[in-house]
């Protein structure tokens, strides 16, 4: 490298990280005597801690605020994220009407539209504007619900990341809101659901306790079920269903407007373990299904018939079909036998991954990272599918009149957008509703190799790069990897991306197990005392990267979150010397204690618990905060968290950091960035994402001895 510009990057950090005093406690889990030295930094209560982060957030700031790339970085990301470009999604449809939310930078966070088609977006009304309420974007639409009838709209709205959402009403002609407001029905642990009647005159809802009703530590567990009759006070809201429910449920309702028929889907923590329950208009509950039977998903079809998706035996899944009146799972019919490839089903409001119509059964499924739409008779004989996009993903299929249905489709290249598939012409016609990236990747070349992991699994790696990169070991590379609750790598569209592909970086999204990308048998092999297999294949991945020479170590960083921050925090304390640079998001480090925070509860059916003996070992083993070790070189890191994180509590970081700043003997920055007022990072302001790109992108340029003052 020219001397001059070398001189451009930082050189070892050397302002020493705030003073972090040892307080040992320790605990003995079936005989293993664990000592904890930063149990203290848990609290967030205590003083001593918000001045330690605060000083930790000014260490950080120190190094990110005076990295050169910074200016150039800030320009180009702040052009691309602030560009006009408007994108969709959420959608659903009612009675002529399409609903969906619209980002429409700058605007902090996205507005919830109606417009009567998909291709007459100039018609569309604004109804609810986080914007309006919150100038700083700190106000967010978890979710909506349009009622039967498409006059009424039901809205969870909260703030600041918590999730802790209460439901509000809108009037869909006026863009009113109503007086009344529904308390506690989303959280961001459990989640939360709500499901109108079919005439429109009330709803079923999700409802956590209230103060009082249980001690302060159980308001986030226990969610039930009640329902509020519009016009009546909640006081007077009705008891329907969950007092037997695990402390850990989640639940999901869904309303048949033909029939009226209820269906509460019930999850056992985030371990995607499923019971059901029917309620007839004028009936009581009756269970459906439980745990052990193996039904992932039901839904409603004609025909007075309940579509299931069955993983009993059926690992990748099969659909199956029961009488709606007379339901009985012993008797339901294969409808569509399992196949080669798995069947993709969602736990997510308004999501249902199998969607059937008047004659068709719409299915999504998995193709080991990218995802396809599939069409089938109620019959379960195949029909011709819509035409999509190559290695790309469909997301959020909605039902419209007849056979027709939207959905979405992107892959790493091409923005997303919603197609409308004419069924009876079988042709796609993309609609109003779509993407315009403000960066063209004509550009950007993408290929799908195979790693060979530890115990001779394959691996998919999917990686993007400038088209005639020379593979010789020098090019700037991140690897990302998530790897954990049944969840999916598909191929996703960003449009920032592509400050990387300026100036030479190698982008990798690696398919390990964990996610679902081969069905439940994948999810299932990298989940509880399997969870080593998860990092072995990372691990195997960038080791493909480096064989084939993409890239080497000294040019490679690695970038995960949440659960793929487990993944960040296992691989530099499993292969510190595979990456020059680490960059964690939201992530879980201490894995004996993380089933002591309240989503930690939740996660037991992924992780498993301290008090079963042969998981407690499984999470020893491999618990990135007890496998730091005095006087590594380790390399930089930057870990990011938010104070209102109700999903992975902001300790993890706090402790992990602690750490491994004492630790570490390479002279490279170990830093802590948490953000006072986001949470998870969902729907953070565009504000604080756009920063926080920087930071990681800044911060990675400057590792990797990438300078950003021009493009190649």
């Not at 020893?620 to 999903?647: C, M, Q």
């Amino acid at each position: 490298m020219h001397v001059a510009l070398a001189a451009l990057f930082s050189a070892a950090f050397t302002i020493q990280p705030p003073a972090t005093p040892k307080r040992p406690i320790t605990d003995t889990y079936h005989r293993v005597t664990v000592t904890d030295d930063y149990r203290w930094l848990q609290n967030w209560n205590d003083p001593a801690v918000r001045e330690w982060s605060e000083k930790e957030n000014a260490y950080a700031r120190q190094f990110l605020d005076h990295l050169p790339n910074v200016p150039a970085l800030r320009s180009r990301v702040t052009e691309i994220m602030e560009a006009k470009t408007i994108s969709y999604g959420g959608v659903q449809y009612r009675k002529g009407q399409l609903f969906a939310l619209k980002r429409q930078p700058p605007k902090q966070q996205p507005m919830l539209i109606v417009l009567p088609s998909a291709q007459a977006v100039d018609q569309a009304r604004v109804l609810v504007d986080p914007n309006a309420m919150d100038a700083k974007g700190g106000t967010i639409i978890d979710w909506f619900v349009p009622s039967a009838d498409g006059k009424l709209l039901a809205v969870s709205l909260s703030h600041g990341g918590t999730e802790s959402g209460d439901v509000h009403i809108f009037d869909v002609q006026t863009g009113k809101q109503t007086d009344e407001v529904i308390p506690r029905v989303n959280s961001g642990t459990a989640g939360g659901d709500l499901a109108w009647t079919s005439d429109s005159g009330g709803f079923f809802y999700t409802r956590h306790p209230h103060a009082g009703e249980r001690p302060a530590a159980d308001l986030d567990f226990y969610q039930q079920i009640y329902f509020h009759k519009l016009g009546t006070p909640t006081t007077s809201d009705s008891y329907e269903l969950g007092q037997g429910f695990p402390r850990v449920a989640e639940s999901q309702i869904e309303v048949d407007d033909r029939t009226g028929y209820a269906l509460a889907t019930v999850q056992f923590g985030d371990g995607g373990e499923f019971e059901h329950y029917l309620r007839p208009p004028t009936g009581t509950w009756k269970q459906l299904s439980h745990f052990k039977d193996g039904i992932i998903q039901v839904v409603f079809g004609p025909s007075d018939r309940l579509y299931l998706v069955s993983r009993k035996g059926a690992p990748r899944g099969r659909i199956e079909s029961i009488s709606l009146t007379d339901p009985d799972i012993s008797r339901a019919q294969v409808v569509v036998p399992e196949g080669p490839d798995a069947i993709v089903t969602s736990f997510s409001v308004g999501r249902a991954k199998i969607v059937p119509t008047a004659d068709r059964l719409y299915v999504e499924y998995q193709l080991g990272g990218p995802s396809e739409l599939r069409v089938f008779d109620l019959d379960g004989h195949p029909l011709p599918p819509p035409q999509q996009l190559p290695v790309s993903s469909v997301y959020e299929v909605v039902k419209l009149e007849g056979n027709d249905v939207l959905f979405g489709n992107t892959s790493y290249l091409v923005p997303p957008g919603f197609y409308h598939f004419h069924a009876a012409e079988n042709q796609v016609e993309k609609t109003a509703l779509a993407t315009v990236s403000p960066v063209n990747f004509s550009d950007i070349e993408v290929t799908r190799e195979f790693a060979t992991s530890k115990d001779g699994t394959k691996v998919p790696v999917n990686i993007l790069f400038p088209k005639g990169t020379k593979l010789d070991g020098l090019n700037p590379t991140i690897a990302y990897g998530y790897g954990g609750f049944g969840i999916s790598m598909t191929p996703a569209f960003s449009a920032v991306r592509h400050v990387l592909f300026e100036h030479g970086f190698v982008f990798a999204i690696a398919n390990i197990r964990g996610g679902a990308e081969y069905g439940e048998a994948w999810h299932l092999a990298g989940n509880l005392t399997h969870k080593q297999n998860v990092f072995d294949d990372f691990a195997a991945a960038i080791e493909l990267l480096i064989a084939r020479r993409y890239t080497s170590p000294a040019h490679l960083a690695t970038e995960g979150g949440s659960n793929g921050g487990l993944l960040m925090g296992a691989t530099l304390t499993q292969h510190p010397d595979l990456m020059r640079c680490v960059v964690s998001h939201v992530g879980i480090y201490d894995m004996l204690r993380t089933e002591f925070s309240p989503n930690g509860a939740f996660n037991i059916t992924e992780y498993g618990t301290v008090n079963n003996l042969a998981q407690f070992q499984a999470l020893y083993a491999y618990s990135p905060y007890h496998h730091v070790k005095d006087g590594t070189k380790y390399p930089a890191a930057l870990f990011l968290t938010g104070a209102n994180d109700p999903r992975v509590d902001a300790m993890q970081s706090r402790k992990f950091v602690a750490r491994l700043q004492a630790a570490n003997a390479s002279g490279e920055p170990i830093l802590l960035r948490t953000s006072s007022d986001t949470g998870h990072g969902l729907d953070s302001p565009l504000s604080a994402r756009i920063a926080e790109t920087v930071d990681v992108y800044a911060f990675i340029f400057d590792r990797l001895r990438v300078f950003a003052g021009s493009r190649s």
